[in-house]
């Protein structure tokens, strides 16, 4: 069982930085893949960023490649998001979530996750 906790989010200006954290418990961390999703009101879950389990894979959304980075310390069992020029179109509730089963790549598909965080919320106002 792996529980994840979600921290960082926030309200923030347009082209303002903004850093969100994922802390996982359990020592089995380094051996899963990580994903970032989030979901804006009224929408589907969206695929943000994800990357494998020691980080040399990684994959994002075309909406936020370039602006987005997602990283990982094994040795604090953390994963974070760092969002640059962030734009009001990135609104929503971040999820962070892991992947117990396919650790050695990235994935977009929300499917191959099976922990999922609480989430936090990020607005970005115009």
């Known amino acids: 069982q792996v529980q994840l906790q979600e921290s960082g989010g926030g309200l923030v200006q347009t082209g303002d930085s903004l850093t969100l954290s994922c802390a996982a418990s359990?020592?089995?961390?380094?051996?899963?893949?990580m994903g970032w999703f989030r979901q804006a009101p009224g929408k589907e879950l969206e695929f943000v960023a994800a990357?494998?389990?020691?980080?040399?894979?990684?994959e994002y959304a075309a909406a936020v490649t370039g602006r987005f980075i997602i990283s990982r310390d094994n040795g604090k069992n953390t994963v974070s998001l760092q969002m640059n020029s962030l734009q009001p179109e990135d609104t929503a509730v971040y999820y962070c979530?892991?992947?117990?089963?396919?650790?050695?790549?990235?994935?977009?598909?929300?499917?191959?996750?099976?922990?999922w965080g609480q989430g936090t919320q990020v607005t970005v106002s115009a």
């Open positions: 979530a892991a992947d117990s089963q396919y650790s050695t790549t990235a994935s977009s598909d929300w499917r191959r996750y099976d922990y």
């Open positions: 359990g020592r089995a961390f380094s051996s899963y893949a």
């Open positions: 990357c494998n389990w020691n980080g040399n894979d990684d």
